[in-house]
């Protein structure tokens, strides 16, 4: 936990009766003025006006990060102000800040799948992800854990302790409740609890409440990286509730996909996780990374995701509508010289304070 007056929150009941834990969780303290913020529009975090060094406050700010490709899909370093334009629902909006970003605070939380369906790939993930946590956390940085599987569970609250997030993660079993085998890990001390579909995957429910419940307060850049093979069963949300929490709340989302494809031919199931999750992504402004069941290529995923989480840009601006309307406004972003640019595809034009 940051120094500072922690903010207190319950991670609440989604919808009754959805089997998910009240626990008190604390919130991270808003980055610094240096830093950077990224935000839901309209922004009210404090700014710095480093032409006359006054602290004051932006209103209706809209920021986005973004990762820029040439042809050969190599990141593009050096870009500046002039060499892109921004748009919200095509009209060409005036950039207010514009900069490469390497070191800025990073909140982040690791989603992972120990339902059934998992169970030959759990330990894979523990490992590599541990690692890339140690990689990556700075003290700047903070980090929770949540496991999904028949309940949403939090293992780790926020820190930058890469050693308290490795014990959480190792202490992470397979769960597929109600007497299906796989030992059932207990839900905060409350053990595993009855559902309609004791085989569930609660994948989309987890997105929500991570998205909503933990990083909705939060500024910064605030990302999920989620280890599962895509597939949901039995949430009260479904993808579209999920991705508009995870808008709403600014956050990028990134999939490791990590399926036992074998498993699910076994049993005569039909694997689709791969083209839902790229949904989930690519409208967050990250992507999906499909590993298989490879390890070298789950550690060549966490490789990838530490560059790019490093080497972005952040530019910003005001929206020439400034209506508070709760529409979805569309964000595009074209760059001189770039093939491709990874961000996300809009924001909720809500006002401060709304609770949306």
Request: proline content about 5%; glycine content about 10%; hydrophobic content about 35%.
């Amino acid at each position: 936990m940051r120094p500072g007056l922690p903010r207190l929150a319950v991670f609440s009941l989604l919808l009754a009766p959805l089997p998910l834990l009240s626990v008190q969780l604390r919130a991270q303290e808003a980055p610094t003025p240096d830093a950077s913020p990224v935000s839901n529009a309209p922004d009210t975090t404090p700014v710095l006006d480093e032409s006359s060094t006054v602290l004051h406050v932006q209103t209706n700010l809209v920021s986005l990060y973004f990762t820029a490709y040439g042809k050969n899909n190599e990141p593009i370093d050096g870009l500046k102000k002039d060499d892109c334009t921004l748009y919200e629902d095509r009209v060409a909006q005036t950039t207010k800040s514009f900069e490469q970003v390497k070191d800025l605070p990073l909140t982040l939380g690791v989603l992972l799948d120990t339902s059934g369906s998992q169970t030959k790939v759990l330990p894979l993930e523990q490992q590599t992800g541990t690692a890339f946590l140690k990689r990556i956390l700075t003290p700047k940085d903070e980090a929770f854990l949540i496991s999904f599987d028949v309940n949403v569970d939090l293992l780790a609250d926020y820190t930058n302790n890469a050693a308290e997030l490795e014990s959480a993660m190792n202490k992470a079993q397979i769960n597929v409740g109600g007497g299906f085998g796989g030992g059932g890990i207990p839900g905060l001390g409350q053990g595993p609890v009855d559902t309609p579909n004791p085989r569930g995957t609660l994948l989309y429910d987890a997105v929500y409440l991570a998205a909503h419940d933990k990083m909705h307060q939060e500024t910064g850049r605030k990302v999920l990286i989620l280890l599962t093979d895509g597939e949901d069963e039995g949430s009260q949300e479904d993808l579209n509730g999920a991705l508009e929490a995870a808008q709403k709340s600014n956050v990028l989302i990134y999939v490791i996909l990590i399926a036992d494809r074998a498993g699910y031919l076994g049993t005569g199931q039909i694997y689709t996780g791969d083209s839902v999750m790229r949904k989930l992504t690519e409208d967050t402004g990250g992507r999906v990374i499909d590993v298989g069941n490879n390890g070298r290529k789950l550690e060549d995923a966490f490789a990838q995701i530490e560059d790019e989480l490093r080497t972005q840009y952040l530019a910003s601006y005001t929206p020439l509508d400034p209506s508070h309307d709760g529409s979805f406004r569309l964000i595009n972003i074209k760059c001189n010289g770039v093939s491709k640019i990874q961000t996300r595809k809009g924001y909720y034009a809500v006002a401060a304070g709304s609770g949306e």
